[in-house]
């Protein structure tokens, strides 16, 4: 093709002048590919020559639509694509010039790649240097903690890297020189840092996002425009064209991709886990790993391929945490934390002393629960007005926040959805009124060793709920259903209240910083200590056979409901003579409230059905008329008594043994020194029926129901 057969219309565009471009066969390659992104700022077009025997006879002809004056800015970006300017024969044609390029201001202003790519490189240092210079300040002046320095430094870094990178690919990308984009003030952000985190993506190919706190799940085939829009917030410049919302949606996914797969049905929560020596602490929005000694923020919530959850109430000073975890004296930080707790556990008035030692110890073992091997039900009990509930709300929870989670009333399986698969502490107050005691019973016994609690849905796969738990658990009385259960009461530790002076406790709440503080401690001090402490429960393991054969009543279960408090108590006072406390046996031996139970849960012919004794004095304290049900209940062996201002359940030992024990184990056991050993019991009171008296046994009634008055 010679040049005098070049056509001055090519694909309807009029070009206002051509190029004779003699080029080998990468040269064309890169030819191509640059015609393909610079068409339509040139309005470029080409054809091409005639090759024999391998040597082209006609060179290719590429026609462009720029005014004379641009041919310096062309040819300087052809020589980018490596076609040598000199081997470039310019041909003008008659033809009207185009307007000038959209992005290129003058041919003067176009200066080597390399040159501009440096020179905007400078003005990112200089802002990255300046960033980080006013970090080390904010550090040095004690403003910021060295963990939150740590996290800053990172962040700059990474942001600055991520604008070098644009630079040099929309530079090399678009033939550009990198200053261009720069100094015209084109957006970066659809490579900056994102306003939220991509963690990996789940076996149902959707993407997980961190975003705000919570864990966000978007399906591939859903990353459309209004959904990045929802997610990126107001800025515009991700959605300036159909290119810019591809680009970030790529993003997304090859991020997802590289992140890899994550297991976010089994999501980590709130509270303090162990694995190995790695220790999880989640607090709030943020969560940390302790090993080795040191304390590490994690940037991204996934450990051991799972997703953590960070969207629960902050529990814990982290400073404080981290000030407490650089302490060299272990055993001194565990001491004063169990000092400053003990001093308030101490204000309830304890069945025995020691008690209050064993409830701190507990207290300070409860928000590391899932590291234990074996987990005790701690129930207390006592009559009304001695103080459990106000141990609950104003030591448990007032320590822990958040992370102590009471359910009261609550049924098994929303017991298993509210702590499951977290590090709550879980508080059940009033639990002889619980209706579903029998079920949540059951539920807590898979959380002694650990279990899983499966619950069918819809999908094909059931909601699995991790059971570690330590349960806190209180009431008047213990219920029959716990204590005819040789399984469930072998696993509790009871810690009995005596009725509180003058109904008051001389307590001081910590307050919600002072209490951050002190969970701080706490964790610290039984992350650090741990290794002792739990050396010490295998050396009272070790002794199990020993203990049992000197003690009566002690079985290997009790040694492990108490091993792990008994080897905190040997630390604190450096010594080994904490194994069993010498109360734990009466737990074994003491059947008053076991007795009292089976007789308010028994069963007696009533008004054209079964109704248990609990139901039937129940109505006779509110209609007390019914004289008809009163004469019942004494044929049964009970009656409603006053004296002294104050109401007694009377029992008639030996009649109420016969007609309501039966069909118990109590049916042979004289039962009047079990039940005159309940608080505030008499025994020998004189009770008048029909004109006749007799000897019974008379218990106050909040024995029976905390709604019952003094």
Known sequence: MSIAEVPREVNNKTAAAYLIVPIGETARNQLRRFIEIEKENYSLSWRGGTKTKGKWTNPH????????EKKAALSLALEKVGIPVDEIE?????????????????????QALG??????????????????DNAQRLFDEETITAMDYAQRMAEIKSRYASEKNYLADHANRNYRTADDVYD????????????????????QRQILIRYNGCVVKIPVGQLRKDELRLLVGGDT?????????????????????????????NAIKTGVWKNG??????????????????????DDPIINGRIIETHGGEWLDWEELNRCLKCDDALGLLKDAFLKIRSKAATWSWFDPSMADYATAFIMLSPVQ?????????????AKSSGKTTFFEDLLNDIFGSLAERLDKSTAHATAQTVGTSGRIPIFDEFEKNKHLGDVLELLKLCNKGGIKSSGTSAEKPYRFELHHMPWLGSIYQPVRALGDAAQKSRMIKLDMKKLKDNVSPFEKFGQDESRKIAAQIIAAMMLAWDSIDSGRKEIKAKQEAIIKGREGITIRTIENYMYASAILNLIHQCEKHTVPEWAALETEDDSDMVLSTILNSKTYWDGGDKSISELLELVRTNP?????????????????????????AVRCDVATRYLLKDTDYKDLDIRGPLARLDGAIDGHLVKRSGKGERCVVIPLFHIDSSYSD
Not at 118 to 131: P, Q
Not at 370 to 380: D, K
Request: glycine fraction near 6%; charge should be neutral; include cysteine.
């Open 625 to 649: 008329n019914r004289s008809e049900l009163e004469k019942h209940l004494w044929n049964c062996g009970l009656a409603i008594t006053s004296t002294e201002n104050k109401k007694y359940l």
């Open 184 to 203: 015209n003030g084109e957006s970066l952000n659809t490579n900056q840092p994102l306003p939220f985190h991509i963690l990996g993506h789940n076996k």
């Open 277 to 298: 020596k790695l220790w999880v602490i989640i607090s709030g929005d943020r969560s940390a790993t302790f090993e080795a000694g040191e304390l590490k923020n994690l």
């Open 61 to 68: 002809a590429l026609y462009y639509s720029v005014p004379g």
């Open 237 to 265: 410049s991700y959605f300036q064209d159909k290119d810019q919302s591809e680009i970030l949606k790529n993003r997304i996914i090859d991020e997802a991709r590289k992140n890899g797969f994550i297991d976010d049905e």
């Open 370 to 382: 899932q590291a234990m091997v074996w987990r005790p039900w701690l129930w207390l009990s006592g």
């Open 115 to 132: 040159d501009s790519y440096a020179a905007a490189i400078k003005v990112i240092e200089k802002k990255e240097a300046d960033e980080l």
């Open 90 to 110: 310019f041909r003008e044609t008659s033809a009207a010039p185009a307007s000038a390029p959209k992005h290129i201001k003058d041919a003067g202003r176009i």
